[in-house]
């Protein structure tokens, strides 16, 4: 007699990283934010037309503290590094960064002092969304690629 034979009917069995990790997937809550141009094509994501609720990841939060995804939509000025680095440290773990566009990922056009030439220079960067500006879509498929990313990590260790 198979295991599953032996198990009475309302039984579900899995582990606990494949129940984590399905719960962070689905409910990622990102810091509402945006530093430059990148910031409009993030918030048409949020829109009806896009309509990020079918990812369970609609609820922007104001505070770092409420927040799970942190999305670097845009160019990062010196002057503004390490603000972010402060609001990426007051996020709770377990926690994951988007790179959303040329500038926020090298610096794109900017290749000046005043601009910081990729944000993985002070945060860890899990996705990177290539283009000037990234289209929602691309946004999108960034998202998803983290949620992939996620249902292969382990409550344990987080896997970089
Ligand atoms: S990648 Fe393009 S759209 Fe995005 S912040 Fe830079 S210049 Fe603006």
Do not use: H
């Not at 610096?107 to 283009?131: E, H, S, T």
């Amino acid at each position: 007699m198979g295991l599953e034979e032996k198990i009475p009917e309302g039984i579900l069995l899995t582990t606990v990283d494949k129940m984590t990790n399905w719960a962070r997937k689905s409910s990622l809550w990102p810091l509402g934010f945006g530093l430059a141009c990148c910031a409009i094509e993030m918030m048409s994501t949020y829109g009806p037309r896009f309509d990020l609720a079918r990812f369970g990841m609609e609820v922007m939060r104001p505070s770092p503290r409420q927040a799970d995804l942190m999305i670097v939509s845009g160019r990062v000025s010196n002057k503004m590094a390490p603000v972010l680095k402060r609001l990426y440290g007051q996020m709770p773990n377990p926690k994951w960064v988007i790179s959303m566009g040329a500038c926020a990922s090298t610096g794109g056009v900017f290749n000046n002092y005043a601009i910081l030439q990729g944000v993985d220079k002070i945060l860890p960067v899990d996705i990177y969304v290539p283009g000037c500006p990234p289209r929602p879509e691309q946004l999108i498929e960034g998202i998803v690629k983290l949620q992939e990313k996620i249902k292969s990590e382990s409550v344990r260790r987080k896997k970089k």
